[in-house]
């Protein structure tokens, strides 16, 4: 053996990492990948990566990569079009992007219509950002950027979630606190395949000590066949399920058995309603109002020692509301109900026996999972966490993709939260918490984000609906400070907005809507939307109309089809970048340490490929924006500020710096941050070590210690301001003759009530001039987790794994549903809807509601190498972004990847040719 090594790096190419791991290297070549076993007491899968980072060493080696810059040759875009790329020097390419960047400067940055000329598309979940090196600084100095035309993310993956959950509790994404929880219920939350390796590992340790968790989803996933039980419901009616479960707690076993003190003292439960819907006020303070029980007279909330009544109605003297626009309405010897009654009241009518009518689960099966749930709850146990005594709940509710976004996910999310608050298992151990925030900063630590606000609650940085405020005209392509106030204005706002709106607005706008123009030049990186999206055939031909597109590419693929210019990047073993890792990020990503991870070249980039850090640098001094990037990598554009207490490793700012003295100045810095400046370490040490990190306790997993400190309370159960600013949009829309979006303002209630979530579906066949007869099946899709969202598709490896797990590439489907319409395993099918279909085998299960089929991740290629030829199915093929695709949107600007299908079999010479190769069983 000739010259070897081990060289630590990580992986972070799905949202539940990053993963420690090491490159074993022979003579300059990678040869595989394998743990950092020195990572064990660190990270908390013991330094392990899961099964994507070991497809890493084919990544690099790929033979289809693309390994200089392209430039097209024919100016006709289209599916059926040859790009006819040939190769350019780097000099030339970005000269050429840097020509038409300056280009745009001297015209102005936004065009005519207000919105930026230049648009940029990452892929899945924000990782492409531990990627892409400095490239944020630089988009950053270059100004106003569109981000709002996604490629999935956000709008098909946890949308609602995302934003409610970080209203109501900080929680961009929420899991169980799995290590300290005794019973979990999972509403299709498949945390076995998406929540990596930390997760399996997490859960595996608590099926050893004998957690229960009953899994309630359509058909049997990885998780299910993981999981204590398994419930099969109707799909889209998993919030019915959750307001049975409610009605039991609040309804039948009564408040007395809940947390009490936690909801008088940490919720807004004991708030009173005045008669208009709105709390009733102090009328000197204007402070919502309470009950005293020691003194028999309403006070404001926050008075000493006053003892706030949970439930009932009561005579209020003198009273004022504020409903939308500031308006005042005072009242004389009010009613006024607790929040708390007014939920009681509105759950009274959804028992286990009507919920068993829609979700087509028993009602006896509903209620014994809401007592189990109540009895698991501890209530008045404690638990001692890092020396710290806390309250110990060790009961969650989770959920999953299609439950937590599109219709009916305010009410699940809803749902979700109260049965956490109830009994006091809302951000304490063992209970329902929420990992990071990205709607509020700063990003690294949501802790951090908790600040006083109105009426007792936590600051909320909703977009302004007043008349003074409110942003009539949208700042960007999908609208969302215009149309969705919960998504506030953050960095990462426009790409959770509704970004499937932005690509069909830009192919036909609704009534009294301007059609937004197409950006000058498109950015796209890690990202697939002409597979990714819904509806991808009307999608590439949107996607073709663009003037001109910049791909970052590692191989060819649907998209970057269309693109004018392919740039290679340095792939994942070949860069360099520093991010951050451990406390608390994302799912199931609670460390008992913080730090940082380096990314470092194992191995010499492929060809002409170039390190992000070089190719934003460049772009930089090309276009005149030197100093202001380099000022913004000062800033912390890069990671962090480059200057702190007692350090200073500032970058100057009248030369271009070289990719290392970058990367040096952030690894010092933040050694130094985390040290308090008792140790700094530069990029080689670093790369010696991979990582560096400080203890964290685990007290700062659990929000609800930082609410105690300061005073606050969670805005539940009542949500008196999603009643307002629904009225107030609402006011502003309509004065400009959009009605468009009614559908969606009937969403901000001040408590949710059941409609009929999967009739909308039913009636979207019929407004497409169907029948919902004719499409009898739920057309549903899970993920598999040897994907990271289709960035790494094209890699035999991840195939090959994935192989081994059940219905992958092909249609699953109920025997008994299949043999009723006498269908074979193995059988080709094709699956219809109004507005698609997709072809592939059969995969007949017992696991499966006879009313669903389930096509399992993003395929159906038609460019990018290896996945091509693989002829799997797609749901992404027969989902609606046109038309109905409107009506499918939710408040939140979010849908869901279901559709109503129907399935018949196609006969072999009916298949296009490739099709004939057998996919596995």
Same mark, same amino acid.
């Given at each position: 053996?000739?010259?070897?090594?081990?060289?630590?790096?990580?992986?972070?190419?799905?949202?539940?990492?990053?993963?420690?791991?090491?490159?074993?290297?022979?003579?300059?070549?990678?040869?595989?990948?394998?743990?950092?076993?020195?990572?064990?007491?660190?990270?908390?899968?013991?330094?392990?990566?899961?099964?994507?980072?070991?497809?890493?060493?084919?990544?690099?080696?790929?033979?289809?990569?693309?390994?200089?810059?392209?430039?097209?040759?024919?100016?006709?875009?289209?599916?059926?079009?040859?790009?006819?790329?040939?190769?350019?020097?780097?000099?030339?390419?970005?000269?050429?992007?840097?020509?038409?960047?300056?280009?745009?400067?001297?015209?102005? +940055? $936004?065009? /005519?219509? !207000?919105?930026? &000329?230049?648009?940029?598309? *990452?892929?899945?979940?924000? #990782?492409?950002?531990? =990627?892409?090196?400095?490239?944020?600084?630089?988009?950053?100095?270059?100004?106003?950027?569109?981000?709002?035309?996604?490629?999935?993310?956000?709008?098909?993956?946890?949308?609602?979630?995302?934003?409610?959950?970080?209203?109501?509790?900080?929680?961009?994404?929420?899991?169980?606190?799995?290590?300290?929880?005794?019973?979990?219920?999972?509403?299709?939350?498949?945390?076995?395949?998406?929540?990596?390796?930390?997760?399996?590992?997490?859960?595996?340790?608590?099926?050893?000590?004998?957690?229960?968790?009953?899994?309630?989803?359509?058909?049997?996933?990885?998780?299910?066949?993981?999981?204590?039980?398994?419930?099969?419901?109707?799909?889209?009616?998993?919030?019915?399920?959750?307001?049975?479960?409610?009605?039991? +707690? $609040?309804? /039948?076993? !009564?408040?007395? &058995?809940?947390?009490?003190? *936690?909801?008088?003292?940490? #919720?807004?439960?004991? =708030?009173?309603?005045?008669?208009?819907?709105?709390?009733?006020?102090?009328?000197?303070?204007?402070?919502?109002?309470?009950?005293?029980?020691?003194?028999?007279?309403?006070?404001?909330?926050?008075?000493?020692?006053?003892?706030?009544?949970?439930?009932?109605?009561?005579?209020?003297?003198?009273?004022?509301?504020?409903?939308?626009?500031?308006?005042?309405?005072?009242?004389?010897?009010?009613?006024?109900?607790?929040?708390?009654?007014?939920?009681?009241?509105?759950?009274?009518?959804?028992?286990?026996?009507?919920?068993?009518?829609?979700?087509?689960?028993?009602?006896?099966?509903?209620?014994?999972?809401?007592?189990?749930?109540?009895?698991?709850?501890?209530?008045?146990?404690?638990?001692?966490?890092?020396?710290?005594? $806390?309250?110990?709940?060790?009961?969650?509710?989770?959920?999953?993709?299609?439950?937590?976004?599109?219709?009916?996910?305010?009410?699940?999310?809803?749902?979700?939260?109260?049965?956490?608050?109830?009994?006091?298992?809302?951000?304490?151990?063992?209970?329902?918490?929420?990992?990071?925030?990205?709607?509020?900063?700063?990003?690294?630590?949501?802790?951090?984000?908790?600040?006083?606000?109105?009426?007792?609650?936590?600051?909320?940085?909703?977009?302004?609906?007043?008349?003074?405020?409110?942003?009539?005209?949208?700042?960007?392509?999908?609208?969302?400070?215009?149309?969705?106030?919960?998504?506030?204005?953050?960095?990462?706002?426009?790409?959770?907005?509704?970004?499937?709106?932005?690509?069909?607005?830009?192919?036909?706008?609704?009534?009294?809507?301007?059609?937004?123009?197409?950006?000058?030049?498109?950015?796209?990186?890690?990202?697939?939307?002409?597979?990714?999206?819904?509806?991808?055939?009307?999608?590439?031909?949107?996607?073709?109309?663009?003037?001109?597109?910049?791909?970052?590419?590692?191989?060819?693929?649907?998209?970057?089809?269309?693109?004018?210019?392919?740039?290679?990047?340095?792939?994942?073993?070949?860069?360099?970048?520093?991010?951050?890792?451990?406390?608390?990020?994302?799912?199931?990503?609670?460390?008992?340490?913080?730090?940082?991870?380096?990314?470092?070249?194992?191995?010499?980039?492929?060809?002409?490929?170039?390190?992000?850090?070089?190719?934003?640098?460049?772009?930089?001094?090309?276009?005149?924006?030197?100093?202001?990037?380099?000022?913004?990598?000062?800033?912390?554009?890069?990671?962090?500020?480059?200057?702190?207490?007692?350090?200073?490793?500032?970058?100057?700012?009248?030369?271009?710096?070289?990719?290392?003295?970058?990367?040096?100045?952030?690894?010092?810095?933040?050694?130094?941050?985390?040290?308090?400046?008792?140790?700094?370490?530069?990029?080689?040490?670093?790369?010696?070590?991979?990582?560096?990190?400080?203890?964290?306790?685990?007290?700062?997993?659990?929000?609800?210690?930082?609410?105690?400190?300061?005073?606050?309370?969670?805005?539940?159960?009542?949500?008196?301001?999603?009643?307002?600013?629904?009225?107030?949009?609402?006011?502003?829309?309509?004065?400009?003759?959009?009605?468009?979006?009614?559908?969606?303002?009937?969403?901000?209630?001040?408590?949710?009530?059941?409609?009929?979530?999967?009739?909308?579906?039913?009636?979207?066949?019929?407004?497409?001039?169907?029948?919902?007869?004719?499409?009898?099946?739920?057309?549903?899709?899970?993920?598999?987790?040897?994907?990271?969202?289709?960035?790494?598709?094209?890699?035999?490896?991840?195939?090959?794994?994935?192989?081994?797990?059940?219905?992958?590439?092909?249609?699953?489907?109920?025997?008994?549903?299949?043999?009723?319409?006498?269908?074979?395993?193995?059988?080709?099918?094709?699956?219809?809807?109004?507005?698609?279909?997709?072809?592939?085998?059969?995969?007949?299960?017992?696991?499966?509601?006879?009313?669903?089929?389930?096509?399992?991740?993003?395929?159906?290629?038609?460019?990018?190498?290896?996945?091509?030829?693989?002829?799997?199915?797609?749901?992404?093929?027969?989902?609606?972004?046109?038309?109905?695709?409107?009506?499918?949107?939710?408040?939140?600007?979010?849908?869901?990847?279901?559709?109503?299908?129907?399935?018949?079999?196609?006969?072999?010479?009916?298949?296009?040719?490739?099709?004939?190769?057998?996919?596995?069983?």
């Amino acid at each position: 053996m000739g010259n070897s090594r081990s060289v630590p790096s990580y992986c972070f190419n799905c949202v539940s990492g990053p993963d420690f791991l090491r490159v074993r290297v022979e003579d300059g070549v990678a040869r595989c990948i394998e743990p950092n076993h020195e990572g064990a007491d660190v990270h908390p899968a013991l330094g392990r990566p899961c099964v994507r980072a070991y497809g890493l060493v084919q990544k690099t080696y790929n033979p289809h990569r693309v390994l200089t810059p392209m430039k097209r040759s024919n100016p006709k875009k289209g599916r059926d079009e040859d790009p006819g790329f040939v190769p350019i020097s780097w000099d030339e390419a970005l000269d050429i992007v840097a020509a038409r960047l300056q280009d745009i400067r001297a015209r102005g +940055l $936004l065009d /005519e219509q !207000g919105l930026p &000329r230049v648009a940029a598309t *990452f892929g899945h979940g924000g #990782t492409p950002a531990s =990627y892409m090196g400095t490239l944020p600084a630089f988009l950053g100095a270059w100004g106003p950027v569109d981000y709002s035309m996604g490629s999935g993310q956000g709008v098909k993956c946890t949308h609602s979630e995302h934003l409610y959950g970080e209203f109501w509790h900080r929680g961009f994404t929420v899991c169980a606190d799995t290590p300290n929880a005794r019973y979990i219920v999972a509403f299709g939350a498949n945390v076995e395949v998406t929540g990596g390796v930390c997760a399996v590992k997490r859960h595996a340790d608590a099926r050893i000590r004998g957690v229960k968790r009953v899994y309630v989803e359509p058909h049997l996933s990885v998780t299910g066949g993981c999981s204590s039980e398994w419930v099969p419901i109707k799909p889209k009616t998993d919030p019915a399920f959750m307001l049975a479960m409610i009605h039991v +707690l $609040l309804c /039948e076993a !009564g408040v007395a &058995r809940l947390d009490t003190a *936690f909801l008088r003292e940490r #919720t807004a439960s004991p =708030y009173l309603v005045g008669p208009d819907g709105y709390y009733l006020r102090d009328p000197q303070t204007r402070k919502p109002l309470v009950w005293d029980e020691r003194s028999s007279v309403a006070v404001p909330f926050d008075t000493p020692g006053a003892q706030p009544a949970l439930e009932g109605c009561y005579t209020v003297a003198q009273a004022l509301t504020q409903g939308p626009d500031g308006e005042v309405t005072s009242f004389t010897d009010a009613p006024g109900r607790t929040g708390l009654t007014m939920t009681a009241d509105a759950m009274r009518e959804y028992s286990p026996e009507w919920a068993q009518a829609i979700c087509d689960v028993p009602a006896a099966t509903i209620r014994r999972i809401a007592l189990e749930y109540l009895e698991h709850a501890c209530i008045g146990q404690t638990i001692v966490i890092d020396g710290r005594t $806390l309250p110990h709940r060790p009961v969650a509710v989770t959920l999953g993709k299609t439950v937590n976004n599109g219709w009916g996910a305010f009410e699940a999310c809803w749902s979700r939260t109260v049965l956490a608050m109830l009994v006091g298992a809302l951000e304490v151990p063992g209970g329902t918490l929420g990992t990071t925030v990205r709607l509020n900063k700063p990003h690294d630590n949501r802790l951090l984000s908790v600040a006083p606000g109105e009426d007792g609650f936590m600051v909320c940085n909703f977009n302004a609906t007043t008349p003074e405020q409110w942003q009539a005209k949208p700042t960007g392509r999908n609208a969302h400070r215009t149309l969705v106030p919960h998504v506030g204005h953050s960095p990462w706002s426009q790409a959770l907005g509704p970004t499937h709106l932005a690509w069909m607005f830009m192919r036909e706008a609704p009534p009294n809507w301007p059609q937004p123009s197409f950006p000058e030049i498109w950015f796209t990186y890690r990202t697939n939307p002409a597979i990714a999206f819904w509806q991808t055939d009307h999608l590439t031909e949107t996607i073709a109309r663009m003037p001109f597109v910049v791909a970052f590419a590692y191989t060819q693929d649907e998209t970057n089809h269309m693109a004018d210019l392919l740039l290679p990047e340095a792939t994942d073993l070949e860069g360099t970048q520093l991010i951050r890792c451990g406390g608390t990020k994302f799912i199931e990503q609670a460390w008992a340490h913080r730090g940082v991870v380096l990314r470092q070249p194992v191995v010499q980039p492929q060809g002409e490929a170039r390190d992000f850090t070089w190719i934003a640098t460049e772009l930089a001094r090309r276009t005149g924006l030197l100093q202001g990037y380099v000022e913004r990598i000062n800033k912390g554009a890069a990671l962090l500020p480059l200057k702190g207490e007692g350090w200073d490793f500032r970058l100057p700012t009248d030369e271009a710096p070289e990719v290392d003295a970058i990367w040096d100045a952030v690894c010092k810095a933040a050694s130094a941050e985390l040290s308090g400046g008792a140790e700094v370490l530069g990029l080689d040490a670093m790369k010696e070590r991979g990582y560096y990190t400080v203890p964290h306790t685990r007290v700062d997993w659990y929000l609800t210690p930082t609410m105690e400190a300061q005073g606050l309370r969670y805005e539940l159960p009542y949500q008196e301001r999603l009643l307002r600013i629904g009225r107030e949009l609402e006011r502003r829309l309509h004065g400009q003759g959009v009605h468009w979006w009614d559908e969606q303002l009937r969403e901000y209630r001040a408590l949710p009530a059941w409609h009929d979530v999967p009739g909308l579906w039913e009636q979207a066949v019929r407004d497409a001039g169907g029948d919902p007869a004719d499409y009898p099946f739920w057309g549903i899709t899970t993920k598999s987790m040897q994907y990271s969202s289709g960035n790494n598709v094209g890699i035999p490896l991840m195939d090959e794994v994935a192989r081994n797990i059940r219905g992958h590439g092909r249609v699953i489907m109920n025997a008994g549903a299949a043999r009723t319409l006498g269908l074979a395993d193995g059988d080709w099918v094709e699956i219809e809807s109004t507005h698609g279909s997709t072809r592939g085998q059969l995969a007949l299960v017992q696991g499966c509601r006879p009313d669903t089929v389930v096509i399992p991740g993003q395929f159906q290629h038609w460019k990018t190498p290896f996945a091509k030829d693989l002829n799997y199915p797609s749901l992404n093929a027969v989902t609606p972004m046109s038309g109905v695709a409107l009506q499918l949107t939710d408040a939140t600007g979010s849908g869901a990847d279901i559709v109503r299908v129907r399935v018949r079999r196609v006969l072999p010479d009916t298949l296009p040719r490739r099709a004939a190769q057998e996919v596995p069983a």
